[in-house]
Nanobody, 120 residues
């Protein structure tokens, strides 16, 4: 079994910063990619940023230049540094990981979500 545990959400004023973390644990053979998605009330879940095991990153246009995705040396924790936050960044942020299991299959896992609220 694999678990993704997120932390770091909260309430911040416009222009402020937050750093989200997501730690993967369990029966992990390797991680192909990790990423962050978000879902605002009444909207579909959307991609925020992804990072592959090789370090390639991809960002939504709406967060380019403001958000940075990274992983730790063991690459089992992914971070999302969010700067210059805007009210439209308010959403539940979900961690995602494409994990290669010892069984030979690759499975997508999701965290439980962490609320980010940008408001004055």
């Amino acid at each position: 079994q694999v678990q993704l545990v997120e932390s770091g959400g909260g309430l911040v004023q416009p222009g402020g910063s937050l750093r989200l973390s997501c730690a993967a644990s369990g029966s992990i053979f390797s991680i192909n990619a990790m990423g962050w998605y978000r879902q605002a009330p009444g909207k579909q879940r959307e991609l925020v940023a992804t990072i592959t095991s090789g370090g390639s990153t991809n960002y939504a246009d709406s967060v380019k230049g403001r958000f940075t995705i990274s992983t730790d040396n063991a690459e089992e924790t992914v971070y999302l540094q969010m700067n210059s936050l805007k009210p439209e960044d308010t959403a539940v942020y979900y961690c995602n990981a494409a994990i290669y299991l010892a069984s030979g299959s690759t499975v997508d896992y999701w965290g439980q979500g962490t609320q980010v609220t940008v408001s004055s």
